[in-house]
């Protein structure tokens, strides 16, 4: 990669200790930039030292949002080595959201091979502690100085690392859920299927009302009916009813997440019965009522799979599998991480090493 410039850090940062990190609130020794104009294209691709970037305040993003972020992991294998889990599959999505904001794709490719090289320089970063991984943000901002509500005509695509622990302090551990009937996060046709900045500041509310409820993130419900289930916080959502694992479908409203990908295909090499299609809250409260509402999980890069203990609804409780993590839920966390931090095989082939 020739055209790729580095500019080395000349001092090394103290690194956290393994059991005391706290998510997305340290960074690497370095990061990736590069630019876009109208005439160059995407050019000028360089990893320098972690550090604020200069922007013009009127810059576009900070004014109407045109951005889209991506959220994968690197895992340390006891071996030494460093994994990436699907990435192609997070550029490709990065380039769908971008499309739906109006931003210049960025060739896939090269994107991969560009973080492999920061992951080369930065791999002392990687943490290896059990359920620790260096989270990985590759994003892309609008910066032409220009008031006008229109689509800017340059751009910073930058990645940011980040060292992890456990997204629950607890581990995986079934969390409480609110069901959110006010406000929405997304409706076909506007931007929910992008991982976009507005989508999540949009939530913030929401996410309020349901910790003032004693619960720890809010099930969305479309925005139309306000009646069929949408996502959890940020995270894909399954339940199991009499024996069928189900997830809402996409719908233009729904985040594709990898890991919900992911969680299909197991589930259907495993011979589990799973479907894709709309589920409303009626359908689920009335399996709880049967007894027939065996499991509720979320599926995301963050947490990997988190059990869902109740289900907050109105004033009705439902307390799911006693709050106790179900047998697919566990199952798939095990394999999941296990392929993830190479102590299972990757039979699949979704991993990549970074050498
Ligand atoms: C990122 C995200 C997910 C999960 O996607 P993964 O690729 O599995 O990490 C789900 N929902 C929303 C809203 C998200 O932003």
């Known amino acids: 990669m020739s055209e790729l410039e580095i500019i080395r850090s000349t001092h090394k940062k103290q690194k956290p200790e393994d059991d005391q990190l706290v998510f997305g609130t340290q960074f690497t020794d370095h990061m990736f930039i590069m630019d876009y104009t109208p005439e160059r294209g995407w050019h000028y691709p360089r990893i320098t030292p972690y550090e604020p970037i200069a922007l013009e305040p009127a810059s576009t993003v900070f004014h109407y949002g045109q951005m889209v972020f991506e959220g994968l992991k690197a895992y340390r294998t006891k071996e030494d080595k460093i994994l990436l889990f699907r990435p192609e599959k997070n550029f490709q999505r990065l380039n769908r959201s971008s499309e739906r904001l109006g931003i210049p794709a960025i060739d896939e490719e090269k994107a991969l091979l560009y973080l492999e090289e920061l992951l080369r320089i930065d791999r002392e970063w990687v943490p290896s502690l059990d359920g620790t991984a260096l989270y990985i943000r590759p994003f892309i901002i609008a910066t032409d100085p220009n008031l006008t509500p229109k689509p800017s005509n340059t751009y910073k695509f930058m ?4 060292p992890v622990g456990s997204y629950y302090e607890e581990g995986i551990h079934p969390v409480g859920i609110y069901v959110e009937e006010q406000f929405t996060r997304a409706v076909k046709g506007g931007t929910g299927m992008a991982k976009t900045a507005g989508n999540y500041s949009a939530a913030y509310k929401a996410q309020e009302k349901a910790v003032n409820k004693g619960q720890s993130q809010v099930l969305w419900l479309d925005a139309v009916e306000k009646k069929y289930i949408e996502e959890v916080g940020s995270m894909n959502v399954f339940f199991k009813i009499d024996g069928e694992v189900i997830t809402p479908e996409l719908s233009g409203s729904i985040l594709e997440g990898v890991t919900r990908m992911t969680t299909i295909e197991l589930l259907k090499k495993w011979d589990i019965p799973v479907t894709e299609r709309k589920i409303s809250i009626d359908e689920i409260a009335k399996a709880y009522q049967e007894g027939k509402l065996e499991e ?60």
Do not use: C, H
């Open 159 to 162: 990645i940011i690392l980040s």
């Open 296 to 355: 509720a999980f979320g599926t995301g890069t963050a947490a990997v799979i988190s059990p869902i203990g109740e289900l907050l609804w109105n004033d009705q409780k439902m307390v799911i599998n006693d709050r106790i993590t179900g047998p697919i839920a566990s199952k798939l966390y095990e394999k999941l991480t296990g392929i993830q931090t190479g102590v299972e095989e990757d039979q699949y082939n979704w991993t990549i090493e970074v050498i």
